[in-house]
């Protein structure tokens, strides 16, 4: 892979973007840095890029299957994603199915209390001002997006959730909450981006409700990358496993 300093488009805090020959094509790089607080808490830990890149490349492909597009073209070999390049929206979509993490922080909601509707929150992503939340009329006056792209964006998020909630379930895992973002693809089309991993989502153990995400890094505890591995092993199948030569 032709990953050249030269071709390097944007460096996140865990993820690389390289241009590719194709030019809507990118190759996005699952680094293993690890951070919590805008950056102000940070680490690496070996093998995270490698586990989230399966994760979300395993999660686009169910969305692809339930007809949402996405950026993911492929994944040649686990911690890097052949994928569509985008014109990326600064928002995080976070959708809420269980009450927890900052929202318990800001607002009188019980731990552990369920939302049914779920509940969809827009941040503004900008570190400098610390994704703070946004409204629709403060979205519009920044210019980051119109009424119809919120609607768009919120009908897909929905559909989302309903699809990876789904899946988790079948098999042990609930799935209280997540993070994604939106881009818009060369034809203006507005397209899921970046990543669906533990880094972004919270993963509890159905039964024992063990946090199974970086909410363990958050908290200063041991075992994060042991739980990265668990979920991989827990979503991926035998199929997906062989297709990457997975030994575990
Ligand atoms: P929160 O409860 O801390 O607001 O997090 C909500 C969800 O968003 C959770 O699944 C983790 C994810 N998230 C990110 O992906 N990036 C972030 O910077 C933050 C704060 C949360
Ligand atoms: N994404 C933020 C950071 O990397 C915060 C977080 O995920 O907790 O610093």
Redo the contacts with the bound molecule.
């Keep these: 892979m032709n990953l050249d300093k030269e071709n390097l488009l944007y460096r996140g805090k865990a993820k690389d973007v390289y241009q590719t020959n194709h030019p809507q094509q990118v190759m996005v790089k699952f680094r293993d840095d690890i951070t919590a607080g805008d950056g102000a808490k940070k680490e690496v830990m070996g093998m995270k890029g490698y586990y989230n890149s399966l994760i979300s490349a395993k999660l686009f492909m169910l969305l692809e299957d339930a007809g949402i597009k996405t950026q993911y073209i492929d994944l040649p070999e686990p911690g890097f994603m052949l994928s569509h390049k985008l014109d990326m929206i600064p928002l ?1 979509v ?1 959708t809420r199915n269980i009450a ?4 318990l922080r800001r607002f009188p909601f019980q731990e552990g209390q369920t939302f049914n509707p779920p509940i969809i929150q827009m941040d503004f992503k900008n570190d400098e001002y610390h ?1 703070p939340m946004l409204n629709d009329d403060i979205i519009h006056a920044l210019g980051i997006a119109s009424n119809q792209d919120l609607e768009i964006i919120r009908k897909i998020t929905m559909k989302i959730n309903q699809v990876i909630k789904d899946f988790l379930e079948s098999r042990g895992l609930l799935f209280p ?3 994604i973002e939106f881009g818009r693809d060369y034809m203006g089309n507005i397209v899921l981006g970046d990543e669906i991993s533990p ?4 993963f509890w153990d159905q039964k024992t409700r063990d946090i199974m995400d ?1 909410d363990l890094f958050r908290k200063g505890e041991s075992g994060v990358i042991e739980a990265y591995q668990k979920v991989t092993n827990i979503i991926l199948d035998e199929k997906d496993k062989k297709r990457w030569n997975l030994d575990f």
Excluded: M, Q, V
């Design positions: 995080e976070i927890a993490g900052s929202l994704d909450d997540f993070k880094d972004t989502c919270r970086k």
